[in-house]
T-cell receptor, first 112, second 114 residues
Framework: AQSVAQPEDQVNVAEGNPLTVKCTYSVSGNPYLFWYVQYPNRGLQFLLKYITGDNLVKGSYGFEAEFNKSQTSFHLKKPSALVSDSALYFCAVPRQPRQLTFGSGTQLTVLP | KAGVTQTPRYLIKTRGQQVTLSCSPISGHRSVSWYQQTPGQGLQFLFEYFSETQRNKGNFPGRFSGRQFSNSRSEMNVSTLELGDSALYLC?????????????FGPGTRLLVL
């Protein structure tokens, strides 16, 4: 079964520092992987996706993610965090087309 | 393009009532999926519609149902509401191009069951 795991419920980082939000996956075949962000009282916003090709995927708002097949990871990164990046982040994998299975979410807090 | 819209944004109901939520997908998107988000269970898939047909269904009781219209707009209905149905209900639409299909989400409908 396709699944993803987010090992950290909460990540705190100082503004201006690099941030990493972790995600590991368990899939059969070639993985399609997604990152979404949720701001308070909002829906999910698409950040980026890995389909195939380059292991470093660039997305919206300066975020990028590194796909690592040997470690079965797809960590979300940003070189310099902003206070406005504080939000709930989800990684996801399609169980079937148009049916995403989400991780448990990681609350990112960027401290001024 | 306008994004996915959901109405109403907030809803308060009492146990035993029924509720209907509406979702309008991004123009040109023919697939609509519904998800339930709760603090305890996280994000869970409810069902997916394409061209007015339900193609996939998650592990939810029959009280949860949906439909899709010819203009791709979708509704979901929950009958005989229970306290545990209190949640944020998210709708997502997508359009397939080759192997890629990304789901874009609406702002959600927050349902409170008293």
């Amino acid at each position: 079964a396709q699944s993803v795991a987010q090992p950290e419920d909460q990540v705190n980082v100082a503004e201006g520092n690099p941030l990493t939000v972790k995600c590991t996956y368990s899939v059969s075949g070639n993985p399609y992987l997604f990152w979404y962000v949720q701001y308070p009282n909002r829906g999910l916003q698409f950040l980026l996706k890995y389909i195939t090709g380059d292991n470093l995927v660039k997305g919206s708002y300066g975020f990028e993610a590194e796909f690592n097949k040997s470690q079965t990871s797809f960590h979300l990164k940003k070189p310099s965090a902003l206070v406005s990046d504080s939000a709930l982040y989800f990684c996801a994998v399609p169980r079937q087309p148009r049916q995403l299975t989400f991780g448990s979410g990681t609350q990112l807090t960027v401290l001024p | 393009k306008a994004g996915v819209t959901q109405t109403p944004r907030y809803l308060i109901k009492t146990r035993g009532q029924q509720v209907t939520l509406s979702c309008s997908p991004i123009s040109g998107h023919r697939s609509v999926s519904w998800y339930q988000q709760t603090p305890g269970q996280g994000l869970q898939f409810l069902f997916e519609y394409f061209s007015e047909t339900q193609r996939n269904k998650g592990n939810f009781p029959g009280r949860f149902s949906g439909r899709q219209f010819s203009n791709s707009r979708s509704e979901m209905n929950v009958s005989t509401l229970e306290l545990g149905d209190s949640a944020l209900y998210l709708c997502a639409s997508s359009f397939r191009t080759g192997r890629e299909e990304t789901q874009y989400f609406g702002p959600g409908t927050r349902l409170l069951v008293l």
